[in-house]
């Protein structure tokens, strides 16, 4: 029987608890915004880990996605030399950031689920 629930599975969780709290007190780019990670995924070496965050910042477009991906990429040594003293692991993955859009593509698929039902409900409406 595999195991439910691996070690790199755990070490992403303790690295997207760890990297939350990090990010929030140590980058003081306000480029960034507030961020949030959604998910960690740790490759089995350990030589890598992929952080997928969104962030809310004052102009939410995909440009300003692009400059929170390109500084956070460029703090991920300071972050990584960070996540090592608060981890206790012989060796920090290197870390790559990645930007999630699935909470824009979540609103926008609810905007347009609302618009449906509403057209739905006056054709409804007027047929009867």
């Given at each position: 029987?595999?195991?439910?629930?691996?070690?790199?599975?755990?070490?992403?969780?303790?690295?997207?608890?760890?990297?939350?709290?990090?990010?929030?007190?140590?980058?003081?780019?306000?480029?960034?915004?507030?961020?949030?990670?959604?998910?960690?995924?740790?490759?089995?070496?350990?030589g890598y880990a992929d952080i997928y965050f969104t962030c809310m910042s004052l102009d939410d477009d995909d440009e300003s996605s692009k400059i929170s991906v390109k500084v956070l990429n460029g703090a991920s040594g300071f972050l990584r030399t960070l996540l090592a003293s608060a981890m206790n692991l012989r060796v920090i993955p290197e870390l790559r950031f990645h930007y999630d859009a699935i909470l824009g593509e979540a609103s926008k698929m609810s905007q347009l689920i609302n618009k449906a039902v509403k057209s739905g409900s006056n054709s409804s409406g007027e047929k009867s």
């Open positions: 029987m595999a195991k439910e629930y691996s070690r790199t599975r755990r070490i992403g969780d303790q690295i997207q608890k760890d990297l939350a709290t990090i990010i929030q007190q140590e980058i003081k780019d306000p480029r960034v915004g507030i961020v949030t990670i959604n998910e960690v995924k740790v490759t089995k070496d350990l």
